[in-house]
């Protein structure tokens, strides 16, 4: 076990925690979190980019002109790609980017990326994310004066107050604790965790 040290919102030490080491202090497998990564924004694509051919596009069933004694090239169907409005060779069809990763390697990725915050100092267990309002200023300047933090995952159980004030920050995002994620957590400098999920994201990739 590591013990951690837990602060409230103004940064003021109030408690401890101790978190396993097979999870917040593993070795960091590079080219494992790349390709956790990798997997994980070709799921975000959309693959809906499409084009016709020339059998999807209305007309040309009838021959332009005969096959022999124009001097033109021979053309089948005024619809061939190498006529203006004529279809399109190779373009794009609807497609889907998944790539299939096994989940104990997204679970080894999350362990190496909560490690690599923990031995950078970028890890901030809090106590409560006990936010008075939902208001984004309100939250920016905690980050700002108590954390001296811009840039920032927030990961909670579900706490509607944050996702509301860390909704116009465009360095800040909040995601629920079983919405962690390696992307996310590599994207951003700095991980606020409550004390919570902390224990819950230990109990899960333990």
């Given amino acids: 076990m590591a013990k951690f040290d837990v602060v409230n919102l103004k940064n003021e ?19 494992l979190v790349l390709q956790v990564i990798k997997a994980q924004l070709a799921g ?22 005969k096959q022999k004694g124009t001097g033109n090239a ?8 190498l006529n203006p409005g004529g279809g ?8 889907k980017y998944n790539q299939r990763t096994p989940k104990e390697m997204v679970r080894g990725a999350l362990r190496c990326v909560l ?3 923990a031995l950078a100092q970028h890890l901030v267990i809090v106590d409560r994310f006990d936010l008075s309002s939902g208001k ?18 927030l990961i909670d159980a579900q706490n509607q107050k944050l996702s509301l004030a860390s909704r116009n920050l465009p360095r800040v995002n909040y995601v629920k604790t079983e919405g962690t994620n390696t992307y996310d957590i590599v994207k951003h400098e700095w ?11 230990a109990a899960r990739l333990a």
């Fill in 136 to 153: 984004t200023k309100d939250l920016a300047s905690t980050l700002k004066k108590s954390f001296k933090i811009e840039s920032a995952l």
């Fill in 74 to 81: 021979r053309q089948g169907s005024s619809r061939s790609p």
């Fill in 191 to 201: 991980l606020i965790i409550s004390k919570e999920s902390a224990q819950a994201l």
């Fill in 115 to 117: 490690s690599d915050k």
């Fill in 13 to 31: 030490k109030v408690g401890s925690v101790d978190l396993p080491e097979e999870v917040f202090g593993v070795k960091v497998n590079q080219p």
């Fill in 44 to 65: 975000l694509r959309q693959g809906t980019a499409s084009t016709k051919t020339k059998g999807l596009i209305r007309g040309g069933g009838k021959k332009p002109f």
């Fill in 88 to 95: 399109s060779n190779f373009g794009p069809q609807p497609r």
